[in-house]
DNA sequence: GCTTTCACTTGATCAAAATCAAATGGTGAC
DNA sequence: GTCACCATTTGATTTTGATCAAGTGAAAGC
């Protein structure tokens, strides 16, 4: 099902507005320029620290927000403080869960990033008027879905290693969807943070690290600079055959 | 946002959809009486047998389905065989995964079940004209999300007790929503099916099993009847504080 | 009635990853 | 330059759950 691109005028269109990537890709692609002027109204944009929090798990959600800039992790916590990290968003990800008051988890800037927020009541209204906008939270909401899914498989079933080159294999395919060379990147999370999006321990994660660099199956930098020299390899690593 | 119940007479309403529970409750209360007449020119309803398959792994989707009785299973596999389960659907959830050709996973019968088929493209047909019927679809896709979620922490950070105090947990809730004591059910999968569901081994899950019934957290008869005493102190032992 | 089969349980041993502990290496403050 | 701090790595040991293997019990077939 394609959708036809709305053939608007540039100048009836926010100026902040103009030059955003996520205008065509992601939620705001469905509005008209009138549409995207009224949400531009009560829409305000900022720059995150990383480790700044978006939103509380438990908390009321006042904004949803696109991403501009950077990678957005979506964690859950017990109460004994384990944590899991349940998504990672990218630019130009929409950010946020439809049709709910409470958010059931904490989303925080994984590094340096930049989003613009929508009051909630506002994207809410309009999603009720405009049945193009609610198909695009829909397809995120699906695309979502098969990412979590996926995850699973990596979490019940694969073992450390396979963990640890399925999320070297992700980041190469989804940190620059830009880029034509997937072959060398930044981490976007820490150890901690792998371990805690792979279900393991900053300890094994560093070993695995270091397994996969002795194979060759990757290069190190600084600890967060990453080359790939074979990414097949990489992915039957990761137990993608 | 309350959805406004359609004032329809029982009397254009096909005989089949008269009775049937999911129309309140599933997709199908979205529609108009003229719209369900159609759907369900095209629609057939089947019975599965347990372990029936309704559809596979990188199959080409044809139908969707909305269960009428019975629990279904979506299941990942690995190219060695190793399998996850993904998602446990029940009575009258919507079963498919809407915009995709292809299947990205297998879901079958966990237990003997009734489902009723809509032609993928009749559906998705009706979908692009009538924005409620999406609106349910995403309400669909988002419940289905946040269990994902829920899941991906028990699979990532819990340990086999709380694995399996967890999966109880799940199924005193879901089983049967209607009724009021949830303390006693009958469990829909095998051990094997569970220990794919939890990232286990059978043998670690009946091992858990008789640790929680020898500190009567649970009784158990027949291996798939379950009775729990006391709902709070399962759900301590799954982690849910 | 007896055997076969299948799901499940139980036991013994093993291995993968967690835990506990210490070392390394880089960065920023002074 | 030195110190303090933090993230990461590496090493030793322990623990959890997997694996291998044998048993039990209930239902189905002959």
């Known amino acids: 099902m394609e959708i036809r691109r709305q053939d ?3 100048s009836d269109i926010p100026l ?5 990537e996520a205008r065509h890709g992601g939620v705001c692609g469905a509005l008209t320029s009138e549409q995207l002027s009224e949400l531009n109204k009560h829409s305000f944009r900022n720059r995150l620290e990383t480790g700044a929090e978006v939103i509380g798990q438990g908390e009321t959600v006042v904004n949803y927000s ?3 800039r ?3 992790k979506l964690t859950k916590v017990m109460a004994d403080g384990r944590q899991q990290i349940v998504g990672l968003q990218f630019a ?3 950010l946020g869960r439809p049709f709910l008051e409470e958010s059931a988890i904490t989303a925080e800037a994984a590094t340096e990033s930049e989003v613009c927020n929508f009051p909630r009541h506002v994207l809410d209204r309009l999603v009720k008027r405009t049945p193009e906008l609610e198909h695009k ?6 695309k979502e879905l098969d990412e979590a899914r996926d995850w699973m498989l990596t979490l019940g079933r694969k073992t450390a290693q396979e963990k640890v080159a399925s999320f070297l294999y992700l980041i190469a395919t989804h940190i620059d969807p830009e880029s034509v060379d997937r072959s060398a990147f930044e981490l976007p999370l820490s150890r901690a943070d792998i371990a805690d999006f792979l279900g393991l321990t900053i300890e094994t994660v560093s070993r695995q690290f270091t397994k996969l660099r002795k194979e060759n199956v990757i290069r190190i930098e600084n600890n967060r600079h990453v080359t790939v020299p074979d990414m097949d390899r990489l992915m039957r690593y990761a137990g993608n055959d």
């Open 92 to 94: 130009p990800d929409f």
């Open 137 to 142: 939270l829909h397809q995120q909401a699906l």
């Open 66 to 68: 696109n991403i501009m």
């Open 16 to 20: 902040v507005c103009r030059a955003c």
């Open 70 to 72: 950077g990678v957005v």
């Open 8 to 10: 608007i005028h540039n």
